[in-house]
């Protein structure tokens, strides 16, 4: 799907819209997956929560199927529409749908072209009506003649350099003959418009059936952009859309308020042979507070199934030197890090070891990202009181950091207040 929202009630009314158009409830996966990967899982997942709270939606939650390999046992979630989200839509649909069209911009369009033959006339006629359909106010000489008997064309000329935002020029090669001759009518209007361009750059927009030739452009106007809708080409007609809608295609970003600092390197010291008592307890490699972010979960009466958390770890080159050589090692109790991931077993704990060879230069922080972990209800009383455990090894020695588990800080989804780790928060397996 391909859809804008204007305001959060226009979205929950395009959803409601769809859960009517369904017999029986709609499994969540099937339902996002409708509405796109863009609006983010969890937050669709949030709001359908939300409206279901409302009464707005009807929601059943069943167990799904046991995963051996993880532990752990998915969970089917089907969202309907309630009899009160009918009502809801019934008294809302109309009410967005006019807020909307009354908050659009009235963008008024002139189309004015050469009569050349019937053919090049329909195409300019179901140009109009393609505009039309896509919310501009276009209008053509024939909309304004069809109810009279006579009409005044160098006033309805005028007028249409006049009154209308945008004045679209259909170029052909019956336009050019008659404008560089400043004959009839096109002539009349290709003069109005050379006297009005320069001041009015953005509001001529000029278009061609035909590619964009010599034969088909005057004079004057050849230093101008010619749009080529010759054919059904959406690059094209975003550009005529970005004209008369007055917005660009390429977003850039804003200048930001400060320059970038250039890292300074120093220049190494000519001797530097040390001696050994310089070095003895310098502390040259410096290990910084592990990062979490919470990824998926799942609850149960508000308390936790299962959560994963992303986590990744700095550490800081201390020494003068830059540091060429080092292994790092990770320590993770082993009932939090799937089967999946190479590495050792020693005790409680899985050894999972990173080679790196990026040079780290003096005072940089370098940043590497942990595996992901999974503390799950049934195994949080064996994990608790253990640690995530980082240690680099490099030819001045070893560096060693402890990250206790029972000092992360998670948000509860429901009550979105964080607090450090403990097994209340989790669903109690022993009732």
């Known amino acids: 799907m391909n859809k804008e929202f204007n305001s959060k009630e226009e979205f929950i009314i395009y959803i409601l819209e769809e859960f009517n158009k369904k017999p029986a409830p709609i499994a969540f996966g099937d339902f996002f997956l409708e509405i796109g990967p863009s609006f983010g899982i969890d937050s669709f997942r949030d709001l359908l929560e939300e409206l279901y709270q409302q009464n707005l939606l009807t929601k ?17 979630l089907r969202f309907g529409i309630s009899v009160k989200g009918i009502e809801y839509l019934k008294q809302n649909k109309s009410t967005v749908i006019m807020s909307k069209q009354e908050n659009q911009e009235k963008i008024t369009v002139f189309v004015t072209y050469s009569w050349d033959n019937e053919e090049h006339e329909e195409k300019v006629h179901a140009f109009t009506n393609m505009l039309r359909d896509n919310g501009f106010h276009a209008e053509v000489d024939k909309m304004l003649i069809q109810g009279e008997s006579a009409k005044d064309f160098k006033i309805m000329m005028h007028k249409g350099m006049t009154n209308y935002r945008k004045v679209i020029v259909v170029l ?41 030739d010599n034969s088909i452009t005057p004079l004057f106007f050849k230093s101008r952009e010619i749009l080529d809708l010759k054919t059904d080409n959406d690059v094209e007609k975003q550009k005529l ?3 008369l809608l007055d917005q660009n295609i390429y977003e850039f970003n804003d200048v930001a308020s400060t320059l970038p600092q250039v890292k300074k390197i120093k220049a190494p010291a000519f001797f530097t042979e040390k001696k050994a008592e310089e070095t003895t307890n310098l502390q040259l490699i410096e290990i910084q507070d592990l990062n979490i972010t919470q990824d998926n979960a799942s609850y149960f009466a508000q308390k936790i199934k299962y959560i994963e958390l992303n986590l990744s ?19 993770y109790p082993k009932q939090t890090i799937s089967y999946e991931v190479d590495g050792r077993i020693e005790g409680n704990y899985k050894v999972v070891t990173t080679e790196n060879n990026n040079r780290v230069f003096s005072q940089q922080l370098k940043v590497i990202n942990l595996e992901k972990i999974i503390l799950r209800d049934f195994t949080i009383n064996e994990v608790i009181d253990k640690s995530i455990i980082v240690k680099i090894y490099c ?8 990250f206790p588990l029972r000092e992360f800080v998670i948000k509860n989804h429901f009550s979105q207040m ?4 403990n097994k209340d928060l989790f669903v109690d397996r022993d009732f």
């Open 60 to 76: 059943l939650e069943n167990s799904g199927k046991y995963i051996p390999e993880l532990g752990i046992r998915t969970v089917d």
């Open 172 to 212: 052909s090669k019956g336009y050019k003959e008659k404008a560089e001759a400043f004959r009839g009518g096109v002539g009349t209007e290709y003069s109005l418009i050379l006297k009005d361009i320069e001041d009015n750059p953005n509001k001529y927009i000029l278009v061609s059936f035909s590619g964009r």
């Open 241 to 243: 859309f970005s004209k």
């Open 313 to 331: 770890v700095g550490f800081k080159n201390l020494h003068s030197l830059p540091l060429n050589d080092y292994n790092i090692e990770v320590y």
């Open 395 to 402: 030819e001045n020695g070893t560096y060693e950091r402890e």
């Open 418 to 421: 964080s607090q450090k780790l």
